[in-house]
Every structure is written in structure tokens, then in C-alpha cells.
């Protein structure tokens, strides 16, 4: 039975735990971002390990994000959640003592990754039980933004661990959260099930491949290249095989599709159940959640990589400069319910977006060689009122939009949507940043009468692929150790400042390219808040 505390201690006691426990989840995807070579270097393997560590932890989660939604659905959303929380805490503490890769791997990518697929959708289906339909936003709006927050604090948490301490610490504390979450999910309430326990293991086989197909496709796009293979990537017919995997990746949801339907149809126990997909409401927020993300996660690969890199700040300083996200995020997230309960969902989203819009628009046009950190408050402030704005209405909408027996493959669903988007978003980006700032960086050197003819074909040889993301510092020490010229060495400073600076506003359109795209969606959200009858 729902419990109708909230606004008590007991209920805030409770959306703290799920809270916590969406921070968590949220905060393992981006605190290591900073500390990549220092893993590597005490696990006694490359960063390409590390970052492959990261890469199937993130794929994990994806190919069973649907399933353990379901599981949830099946034997009891609590139970899921507090199993997910044991997994979790496991995989941690095998992450913190891991002494080589193999135990990372074993901890970081399978343990966490199974044990936030069963924890995440979890959560969505709790809060709809635990709280009436009015308060619903609200609570959605505060454990979304805890991910979110998470995510713009991670590599703030990460710095410091990584210099003061040690990256392990990081881990060990994740299972302290993780035993405090144990203990206080105690207030928890469940919705009992009468749903006889039975998986659908054909959908579930091809609900994960096909995802974790996709994902993977588009996790090594940067390094093979979108469509055009890049030299020495692997190919079929002259195309990369990013394109086939992504490709094969959909074929496969096409079946998983085209099974569930066969499974509803014969009265069985769909993994989804297909009429979800049909329900305009559903989808228009879940459409709404891979714009999100995918702009979300496009902001917090850029900015970063603008702070600690192009102006050379340590993580703390860009953790900290990343911290007006955090607040206006969180601002909006709990206000906006709070002060506008009656206030149209669709109004709220739409302003939202517009806000994601102008944060990405003012960023890109603030770029400019002799800007500071400070240039980046005003646009993320901007950006973080965006997604506290849509973090306030997405949850309860989706979930508003079956009937609460539905919310834990809802759950599902919803985060594996959300992972597609926050994956295609960093890999956009990523890869748009890549191919400006090459080919801008290979244009300054071209056209530079500084440079000699032998010194410009021979950078057009070894950086035709892709030309990495430099400080001025790390370009200096490179040139420095292949003996180039005074004259050489400043054209390729000059050359390089340029495309950073290309390629950062060439991705952050993109960014705001798609923002303006999502608005298109926006119709499918409903003008109502959910349990309140529509006003005159």
C-alpha cells in the first residue's frame, strides 16, 4: 500500500535513501574521468585498459537495464533494489582492493554494472510507490537531480581522492554509502505483486544484445570512426564498423520487438509489454529523457575538457567551476514542484529545453582565445536550470502514464533510454570535437608560411586520423622531444589553440542543434500534472 507521509520525516527519510542511492549510481560513471592514469598505473595495465573497464561498465548496465527492470517488477521492486545494493557494494569493494585488471573488471564492470541495472529501475518504481501521485514530481525531481548532481561533482570527488589521498578510497566509500542505504531502505514501503514469477529469457537475450550492440557500436565510434573507417579500424564493404554494429544493434531490438509482441499476443509474460510503446504520453517522455542525457552528458564531456585542459585548471578548480550547474539544477528540480504544483508539465519542459538551448548557445559564442574560466557561469547556469527544469516533470510523467504495477518495467525502460542518450551524447560529442580539431588544426599548419613543406606532410601523414586534444603544455613537450624549431613550435601552439577552441564550438552546436530538435517532442507531453484535474 502507498504510503501517504510524505512531507514527514519517515517520507524525506525515504527519498533521501533512493536519492542516495541514484547519486551513487550516477556518481561511478564520471569520478574516475580524472584518474584514468593513475589506475592504470597501480593495477599494472594502460590507460586503453582502464578505459575499457569504463566502456564495459557502461555496456553492462545497458544490456540489462530492461531485464532488471523486470525483475523488479517480478519479485518485488524493494527486493531488486536492496539485491542490486548488495551486488553493488560488493563489486566496490572488489573494485578498491582490486591489485590487476582482471579484478577490476570483475568489480568495477560486472558487479557494479549488474547491480545498477537492478538498483535504477528500482527506484523509479519506489518512488511511485511510496508517494502520491501529486507528490510525485517533486520526488522525481530531487533523485534525478542527485544523478545529475553526481555527475558534475564526480570528477571534483575524483580529483581530490586521486591527489590527497588515493583513487581506492573513492570505492571503499561507495560501499560505506552503499551499507547506509542497507540500513535506512528499512522505511521503504512495497507495492505487493501478484505477478507469478516468470521471466521471458528469449526477450531478455535479445533486449541485452541488441543494446549492448548499439551501445558498444557507439562507444568505439570515436576510435573507428562514424562512417568512414579511420586508418588501421576495422571495416566492411568501406564502411566502419560502427555503422554495422549500430545496425545490427537494431535489428536485434526489431526482433526483441517483434517477439514481445508474439508473447502478448499468446497471453504470455512479455519482458515489455508492447502496447507501452504505443502509449503517446510514455513515449513523448522517454523521447524527452535521450534529448536530456544526450545534451546532459555532450556538457559534461566539453566543459571539462575546456577547463582542465585548454586552460590548464586542476580537477578541483574545475570541479569547482562546474558547481553553478549543480545549484541551479538542484534549485529548479525541488522549486519548481514545489512553488508551481498546478503548472503545465509541457510549459515546464519546453522552458527547460530552451534553457539547455541558450546555456549551449551562449557557451559557443563566449569561446574566444583570451576567455577565462569565468566565461563558462553565466551559460551554466543556463544549462543546469534546463535540466532541473526537466528532471522536475520527466519522472512523473512517464510514470504517470500506466498504472503503478507498470512503474518497475517502466524504470527499465526509462534508464536504458536514458543510457542510450547519455552514450550517443559523450560519443557525439566527442567524435565532432575530434574531426573539427583536426581538421582545423591540419588547416593552421597548412596555410602557415612558418612552417616548412616537409614538417606540414609530415603532420598530414601521422595526424590524418585524428589529432588529440592538447594542452599547450603537452604540445610543448612533444615538440620539445622531437627537436622543432622555435618557428614550428608557435605554429603549432597557434594552430592548436584555434581548433581546440573549433572543435569545442563545433560540438556544442551540435549540442544545441539537438536541444532544438527536442522541442519538436515536446507535444507529447501533457499539460496536466498528474492526479490533478485539468483547471480552467
Known amino acids: 500500500m502507498r504510503t501517504e507521509a510524505a512531507g514527514s520525516a519517515s517520507a524525506r527519510l525515504v527519498l533521501a535513501t533512493l536519492a542516495a542511492g541514484q547519486f551513487l549510481m550516477a556518481l561511478d560513471s564520471s569520478v574516475m574521468n580524472v584518474s584514468i592514469a593513475t589506475v592504470a598505473r597501480d593495477v599494472g595495465t594502460t590507460v586503453t585498459g582502464v578505459q575499457g573497464a569504463i566502456t564495459a561498465y557502461t555496456l553492462v548496465m545497458a544490456m540489462f537495464m530492461i531485464p532488471g527492470g523486470k525483475l523488479g517488477a517480478l519479485f518485488g521492486r524493494k527486493r531488486a533494489f536492496l539485491t542490486g545494493c548488495v551486488v553493488y557494494g560488493a563489486g566496490s569493494l572488489t573494485t578498491a582492493l582490486a591489485p590487476s585488471l582482471p579484478v577490476l573488471l570483475l568489480g568495477w564492470s560486472l558487479l557494479e554494472g549488474i547491480g545498477a541495472a537492478l ?6 518504481a519506489l518512488v511511485a510507490v511510496n508517494f502520491a501521485v501529486e507528490r510525485r514530481p517533486a520526488a522525481y525531481g530531487l533523485v534525478a537531480a542527485a544523478g545529475a548532481v553526481a555527475i558534475a561533482v564526480g570528477p ?3 580529483g581530490v581522492a586521486t591527489t590527497y589521498f588515493s583513487w ?6 561507495e560501499v560505506v554509502v552503499v ?3 542497507l540500513l535506512l531502505a528499512r522505511r521503504v514501503t512495497d507495492a505487493r505483486s501478484t505477478a507469478r514469477p516468470r521471466i521471458d529469457l528469449v526477450g531478455a537475450a535479445l533486449s541485452a544484445l541488441g543494446l549492448g550492440t548499439f551501445v558498444f557500436g557507439v562507444l568505439r565510434s570515436s576510435v573507428w570512426g562514424w562512417f568512414l573507417p579511420k586508418p588501421g579500424s576495422p571495416s566492411w564493404l568501406g564502411i566502419s564498423l560502427t555503422v554495422w554494429l549500430m545496425l545490427a544493434g537494431l535489428f536485434l531490438l526489431w526482433l526483441f520487438y517483434a517477439w514481445e509482441v508474439r508473447v502478448a499476443a499468446r497471453h504470455g509474460s512479455p519482458l515489455v509489454d508492447p502496447a507501452l510503446l504505443h502509449n503517446r504520453q510514455l513515449t513523448g517522455g522517454l523521447t ?3 534529448f536530456q542525457y544526450l545534451v546532459q552528458m555532450g556538457v559534461f564531456f566539453l566543459v571539462p575538457l575546456y577547463l582542465s585542459i585548454a586552460l590548464g585548471l586542476s580537477a578541483l578548480a574545475t570541479g569547482l567551476r562546474i558547481l553553478p550547474l549543480s545549484l541551479t539544477l538542484l534549485g529548479a528540480a525541488v522549486l519548481i514542484p514545489r512553488l508551481l504544483p498546478d503548472i503545465s508539465p509541457r510549459r515546464v519542459v519546453r522552458c527547460g529545453t530552451l534553457a539547455l538551448l541558450a546555456g ?4 559557443t559564442a563566449a569561446l574566444d582565445h583570451d576567455a ?6 553565466l551559460p551554466l547556469l543556463l544549462i543546469g536550470l534546463g535540466m532541473g527544469a526537466l528532471a522536475s516533470q520527466l519522472g512523473a510523467v512517464t510514470v504517470s502514464a500506466v498504472p503503478d504495477e507498470k512503474s518497475a518495467e517502466v524504470g527499465g525502460v526509462q534508464n536504458a533510454v536514458t543510457n542510450l542518450g547519455a552514450s550517443i551524447g559523450t560519443a557525439l560529442a566527442g567524435s565532432i570535437l575530434i574531426a573539427v580539431l583536426t581538421s582545423s588544426f591540419l588547416s593552421g599548419i597548412e596555410h602557415n608560411p612558418a612552417v616548412p613543406p616537409e614538417v606540414k606532410s609530415k603532420a598530414s601523414t601521422s595526424l590524418e586520423a585524428a589529432v588529440p586534444f592538447l594542452s599547450d603544455a603537452q604540445l610543448t613537450s612533444a615538440l620539445d622531444q622531437s627537436g622543432a624549431s622555435p618557428q614550428v613550435k608557435q605554429a603549432a601552439l597557434d594552430a592548436n589553440a584555434t581548433a581546440r577552441l573549433d572543435g569545442l564550438r563545433a560540438a556544442l552546436t551540435i549540442l544545441a542543434f539537438a536541444s532544438l530538435i527536442a522541442m519538436f517532442f515536446t507535444a507529447r507531453i501533457p499539460t496536466t500534472q498528474p492526479g490533478r484535474e485539468k483547471r480552467g
Open 360 to 363: 549551449a548557445l551562449a557557451l
Open 156 to 158: 571534483l570527488v575524483g
Open 372 to 377: 577565462g574560466p569565468e566565461i563558462v557561469t
Open 168 to 173: 581506492r578510497w573513492v570505492f571503499a566509500g
Open 179 to 181: 551499507l547506509a542505504i
Open 119 to 124: 538498483i535504477m529501475p528500482a527506484i523509479v
Open 288 to 290: 524527452m529523457f535521450f
